[in-house]
């Protein structure tokens, strides 16, 4: 018989996390623990701003499945009786680790991956602000080599400019997190493209894509918000370079890595992504992380204190993370 625990947490931010669309001052997570035969299986979902889900509404999704987790709901069975969300990401990522705990074996290993997980190197967030602002915090972490900036607004080109001039060796991806209209890519994006950026992330909102059918970018783009799950795929072919993998959209790591395997095989590049959280979080990121190109699991960075134990990052390079943790 197992036992499930479900705990509401708030972790505070360093200073507040801006986007296009909101500000956040804390991480808002909800932990899962399945405890079966003297082993314990962790996962933790981050709200994700995409279901509009606050953390009791997360808790009482998973509280209504609490009789079958506990009479041993498998991976499989839960993709059909809770829908995708950070709920599902927390109980799918505990049955792993769950798994892991009472085989011996790592995720890793599990899922089939060719060896043992190996460090990756994330980008560092830069919140959106005045291009002053994002210089300045460019400058202060001229250490990291990849940096995303948060954009969406008017003038981003110079926000863009203010942190180039900044930190003239770093690598640059810019998420505009639905923010822009058809004009302002037309505008911005020749721009951003001789200032060096890499990558643009979901310049539209969701369903409004088509408009980038015929548009020849000078920039790879790559679909966040509108890249949820497998079905989400079809219809961004022609329109994105890449896709934006994040746990608590796909609803937990099973869905992505069937998302990632269908991905690669209609040609998308691979990005991970994660919403502000724990250690706790950002590890089951890492097996995709291995498939992928882009890789945003720096969470924890953006937190006055991380869960413990935690991965290690060792500036932007991060660790796999040890069994005590998770996987």
């Known amino acids: 018989m197992r036992r499930l ?3 509401s947490e708030q972790w505070p931010l360093h200073e507040p996390f801006v986007i296009s669309r909101l500000t956040q001052l804390h991480g808002e997570v909800v932990v899962v623990e399945i405890e079966q035969d003297g082993k314990i299986g962790r996962g933790e979902g981050e709200r994700a701003d995409s279901f509009f889900k606050g953390r009791a509404a997360v808790v009482d999704e998973i509280e209504s499945i609490r009789d079958k987790i506990e009479a041993g709901l498998d991976r499989d069975e839960l993709q059909n009786v809770l829908a995708a969300g950070p709920g599902r990401s927390a109980i799918d990522c505990a049955l792993w680790d769950l798994e892991a705990k009472m085989t011996g074996t790592p995720v890793s290993e599990l899922v089939g991956l060719d060896g043992p997980m190996k460090p990756v190197t994330t980008v560092f967030t830069i919140s959106l602000d005045t291009p002053e602002k994002m210089g300045a915090d460019a400058k202060a972490n001229i250490h990291r080599p990849v940096l995303k900036l948060k954009i969406g607004r008017d003038g981003d080109p110079e926000r863009v400019a ?6 003239p060796d770093a690598r640059i991806s810019v998420d505009a997190n639905t923010g822009w209209s058809e004009a302002q890519l037309i505008d911005y994006m020749p721009k951003l493209a001789a200032l060096g950026v890499e990558l643009v992330e979901q ?26 799950d497998r079905d989400s795929l079809e219809w961004l072919v022609g329109k994105y370079e890449f896709v934006n993998i994040k746990l608590d959209k796909t609803g937990g790591l099973t869905e992505a890595l069937a998302l990632a395997g269908h991905a690669k095989s209609l040609g998308f590049g691979i990005m991970i992504g994660c919403n502000v ?3 706790l979080a950002m590890a ?9 190109s882009f890789v945003d699991l720096d969470g924890p960075l ?3 204190e991380d869960r413990k134990p935690g991965l290690t990052y ?3 390079q991060i660790l796999p993370p040890l069994p005590a943790l998770w996987g």
């Open 203 to 228: 310049p539209f909102l969701p369903g409004e894509d088509a408009m980038l059918e015929n548009y020849e970018s000078p920039i790879p783009l790559a679909a966040d918000e509108s890249c949820l």
């Open 284 to 292: 089951p990121g890492m097996i995709i992380a291995q498939l992928a």
């Open 314 to 316: 060792n500036g932007s």
């Open 162 to 167: 203010a942190v180039r001039e900044a930190s």
């Open 277 to 279: 959280g724990t250690s």
């Open 5 to 7: 625990t479900v705990t």
């Open 302 to 304: 953006l937190l006055s």
